[in-house]
């Protein structure tokens, strides 16, 4: 093994990414929300992703130009989701004509 992918980002996997690189010299990649990445881990990590930063990315794209339910969500001055919540109301309700629920959704999960 050469690269090692962990999806996760508590500090509970401290010890295994330490022992990955040192003694098996493994390059260890973290992929996580920013919010739940331990600072020990993110230092011992070869490469930390965030995936707040790349979210837009790899979620589904809106259809038709239509803004996505995510981007709408964001775009809500008056609240402030985090980014856990608009994926995990995005997932459930990912068509754009459904953004009423989609809300309703995120503001039950606040």
Known sequence: ???LI????DGDFT???KLMKETYNVRVFIVAWSAS???KISELASNTIYLD???ETISVAN???NPSNAERLRKLPELKFSA???EAATYKY????DFDKCLDFALQLL
């Not at 990912?94 to 004509?97: A, F, G, K, R």
């Open 15 to 17: 010890d295994m990414v």
């Open 1 to 3: 093994m050469k690269n």
């Open 37 to 39: 990445v331990n600072f």
């Open 63 to 65: 259809r038709g130009g």
């Open 84 to 86: 856990c919540v608009i």
């Open 94 to 97: 990912p068509d754009e004509h």
């Open 53 to 55: 930063e790349i979210f």
């Open 6 to 9: 962990l999806l996760a980002g």
